[in-house]
């Protein structure tokens, strides 16, 4: 098989407890997979990303594992594994599964033997250190908030967590944990998976001298980031851990990989890069300054714009992009990028025609081809994300009214991206006939996919067209293949390039903003390929754009 087999593909990514519930327990679940299957065959999408589906106390839905062999009974049995491969098999869909060996939960085996014996063969399966003075070992903040040091009983002895206290590190350090590592990998790939997302990657090498550091905050701690992401080393674990098993079985690889320096990307994606590609965040956490959701970054269309061009040019350098503008720990990409009044047909179709024309693989999350929006809540407790409790503390913290700090949540929680999905304007989306675990948005009425597949004028048609453009169009191999270059234009607002192979090219124009703008185009664009607006005002080599709209054009 083709080294990089999968260049062509369009991956839609699905969070299992919201996607669709079989049993009426209000929680999604794989048979909920299976069963929609013919759904995802008939949007076009080659590959599944399913988000994590392991045995698990759930504390962080999934990402803290406490068995990587078996199947959380929430979601299903071990038996629906391979009839959920076999399912996206018969629709020529392959299936990627999360990769979560950062760290491991609380409720994992090798962890509760550690906590049993912190000084013994398991004590050094997670990172153990003796605190000082009656403190914590170092003032690590970690990502879900607090000391990233957590007390073991009374022993004097702290272990490490850069997430949750329910996810300890996992020691990478010991050869033995890696081989563990390796062999469920590879057990994975052997049950026909086609290959990983792998969660949170480039923290998996810690700085080992524990340093101290200077405080970021009032709270005396400082990012865990700083001492534990992509540290000098990490390129022994990543080479061996693709030598070992990502490599013979030729899968696809997208690693989660924030802190990665333009410097590094040959090591992460280059030729023979760790991974097949990896996600950025600079365009993702555009909106909000160090991962702290009640701090704006007061960003423009143009800093997303240089973001953008520099994203693509530094990539295609050396390698391949995965390109997204939303995932389960992001907000509604309509909500982030443009004012409320703005949101509708013409916004969410700009940036699925983005999405879907740069160069690199296309990530769709489930709901953003409907048009979803964040969801209005009333109170706390219709969240269940332990992130945005910590997120809402911490700008409590800061001085944020109740209010404020609820405006923030609204436009910040990952659970925006995880109520459930909208399948018909019936009870609960019909997601579910029982409780749904989180609410539904409660335009569901209106936003559902069944309402979309009816009526070929929907932003769901639009993806769809999209997708068969990458898929079997007289520009396919241009789209996926073609050469990107900035197609200079004086109007900041707007995003516009081509990408050309052999003698086709396309130019993508889009108009970043609420008025008109113009571009000069000549005339050998004479083929319109795509365009989110009935008309195509073009008057002697000027292109007049209209708010929002964004078009493709052909030589
Ligand atoms: C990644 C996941 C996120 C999870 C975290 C810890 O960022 O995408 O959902 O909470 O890792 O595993
Ligand atoms: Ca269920």
């Known amino acids: 098989m083709n080294r990089t087999w999968w260049k062509d ?52 839905n999934g990402y803290d594992i406490s068995d990587y062999y078996r199947i959380d009974p929430q979601f299903g049995t071990d038996a629906d594994v391979p009839q959920l491969i076999a399912a996206a098999d018969a629709c020529q ?28 063969e398991f004590g050094r399966y997670y990172y153990i250190r003796e605190g000082q003075n009656g403190q914590p070992p170092t003032n690590w903040r970690a990502l879900f908030g607090g000391n990233a040091w957590e007390p073991i009983r009374d022993t004097g002895l702290y272990y490490l967590h850069a997430f949750g206290k329910e996810q300890p590190d996992l020691n990478w350090e010991n050869p033995i944990v890696r081989e563990k590592l390796y062999e469920m990998v590879n057990w994975w790939l052997d049950q026909g998976i086609a290959g990983f997302r792998i969660d949170a990657i480039t923290f998996i090498k810690k700085n080992l001298d524990f340093p101290v550091l200077e405080p970021d905050q ?8 700083k001492a534990s992401l992509n540290q000098p080393g990490i390129e022994i674990f990543l080479n061996e851990l693709k030598a070992r098993t990502f490599l013979p079985h030729n899968c696809l690889t997208v690693a989660e990989a924030p802190g990665v320096e333009l410097e590094d990307l040959p090591k992460y994606v280059g030729e023979d890069g760790f991974f097949s590609m990896i996600f950025d965040f600079s365009l993702a956490d555009i909106d909000i300054k160090d991962d702290v959701w009640h701090v704006g970054s007061g960003w423009t269309v143009k800093d997303f714009r240089d973001h953008f061009y520099k994203l693509m040019i530094e990539t295609q350098k050396i390698g391949w992009n995965a390109n997204y503008f939303e995932n389960h720990d992001q907000p509604r990409a309509l909500n982030k990028y443009f004012p409320p009044e703005d949101i509708g047909f013409p916004t969410a179709t700009l940036l699925a025609t983005l999405l879907m024309l740069s160069r690199g693989t296309p990530y769709i999350y489930q709901g953003q081809e409907l048009g979803m929006v964040n969801t209005p809540v009333d109170s706390m407790v219709e969240y269940n994300d332990l992130s945005t409790y910590d997120k809402y503390q911490r700008a409590i913290d ?7 700090a609820m405006a923030k949540m609204f ?108 571009v000069p185009v000549p005339d050998y664009f004479d083929t319109l390929v795509s365009n989110n607006y009935p008309q195509l005002n073009r008057v002697s080599c000027q292109v007049k754009l209209l708010p929002y709209q964004a078009i493709v054009l052909a030589n």
Not at 15 to 44: H, V
């Open 93 to 120: 869909i392959k299936i990627i599964i999360d990769l979560v060996i950062n760290h491991t939960s609380e409720a994992h085996p090798w962890f509760q033997a550690a906590l049993a014996d912190p000084t013994g």
């Open 9 to 60: 593909k369009v991956v839609y990514q699905i969070y299992p407890k919201s996607f669709y519930d079989t049993n009426g327990d209000g929680i999604g679940d794989l048979q909920g997979i299976i069963e929609k299957m013919p759904y995802l065959q008939d949007l076009g999408v080659d590959v599944l990303w399913i988000c994590p589906f392991y045995r698990s106390p759930m504390a962080d």
């Open 398 to 404: 800061a001085g944020l009214s109740h209010d404020a």
């Open 218 to 225: 009032p709270d005396g701690l400082a990012l865990i980031q």
């Open 411 to 518: 436009a910040r929680s990952r659970d925006n991206a995880r109520f459930p999905f909208p399948w018909d304007a019936s009870k609960n989306g019909g997601f579910t006939t029982g409780q749904p675990w989180l609410k539904l948005n409660p335009n569901y009425t209106e936003i559902n996919a069944a309402s979309q597949m009816n009526n070929d004028q929907s932003i769901r048609a639009f993806y769809k067209h999209l997708i068969a453009l990458r898929k079997n169009s007289p520009w396919r191999e241009t789209i996926v293949d073609g050469y990107f270059a900035v197609y200079p234009v004086t109007d900041e607002q707007i995003i516009a390039f081509t990408m050309q192979k052999g003698q086709q090219q396309l130019l993508t124009l889009i108009n970043f903003q609420n008025k008109a703008g113009q």
